[in-house]
């Protein structure tokens, strides 16, 4: 949609690049976080919800604005 809103071809190629990235990091932290939750010996049902999405929400904010900031320099 950003192609044909008036916008350059730039700011498509940063959120196509975010939303791969984000996606790829998410699946990974979602495996990987319960699995380190289960090792420290606690429970992974209570504790891995609350703790992967808000590592989620953090990774993706981030990787959002450093591609922003690397493409679009």
Avoid: E, Q
Avoid at 9 to 16: F, G, K, Q, R, T
Avoid at 45 to 53: C, F, K, M, V
Wanted: glycine share 2%; charged share 10%.
């Amino acid at each position: 949609m950003s192609l044909f809103w008036r916008s350059p071809a730039a700011a498509s190629l940063v959120i196509a690049v975010a939303v791969v990235l984000v996606m790829i990091v998410s699946a990974t932290l979602g495996r990987v976080i319960p699995a380190l939750i289960h090792r420290l010996r606690l429970n992974p049902r209570i504790a891995s919800g609350p703790i992967t999405l808000a590592a989620v929400d953090v990774v993706t904010i981030t990787l959002y604005l450093l591609t922003a900031t690397v493409l679009l320099r």
